[in-house]
C-alpha cells in the first residue's frame, strides 16, 4: 500500500524480532509536529513545549485522508492496527506511511490499551 513505510529487513525467533527500516531525513510526523531532528536525542526533541507548533489546515487535510486510507485498507483485509499515535507516521515527502504494522502480529500490547481497560463494559 503507498501509505506503509517499506520494511528493508525483518527476521523473528522464538524470543525476539528484529525489523530493519531506510531511515528518513524528515522524521515522523511527531518531529514536524515539534520541529525536531530526527536524529537529535529524544529529550531535546520532545521535553522542550516551546518548540511545539501546530499544523497547517492543507497538511491536516493530507495527512488524515492518507492516514484514514491506510486504516481503511488494513481493516477491510482484518488486519488490527492498534499502534496510531504521531510518532508511528513517518514523513515521505507530502505523504505520511504507518509504520510498526508488526507490533499485533508479535502480540504486542495496543499504544491506547491503558485507556481502554479502565472501562468496564470494554473487552
Not at 509536529?33 to 536524529?39: H, V
Not at 516551546?50 to 495527512?63: A, D, P
Not at 492516514?67 to 481493516?75: D, M, P, Q, S, Y
Amino acid at each position: 500500500h503507498p501509505y506503509i513505510y517499506k520494511i528493508t529487513f525483518a527476521t523473528a525467533n522464538e524470543s525476539s524480532a528484529l525489523v530493519i527500516r531506510p531511515f528518513s531525513e524528515k522524521g515522523t510526523l511527531k518531529d514536524l509536529i515539534y520541529k525536531a531532528r530526527p536524529k537529535d536525542p529524544f529529550l531535546k526533541k520532545y521535553c522542550n513545549p516551546k518548540k511545539i507548533q501546530g499544523l497547517e489546515l492543507h497538511q491536516i487535510k493530507t495527512y488524515g485522508r492518507q492516514i484514514l486510507e491506510v486504516l481503511k485498507f488494513l481493516h477491510e483485509k482484518g488486519f488490527p492496527y492498534g499502534h496510531l499515535h504521531s510518532a508511528n507516521v513517518m514523513l515521505d515527502g507530502d505523504t505520511c506511511k504507518l509504520l510498526d504494522l508488526e507490533n499485533s502480529l508479535l502480540g504486542l500490547p495496543s499504544f491506547y490499551r491503558s485507556y481502554f481497560s479502565q472501562f468496564r463494559k470494554i473487552n
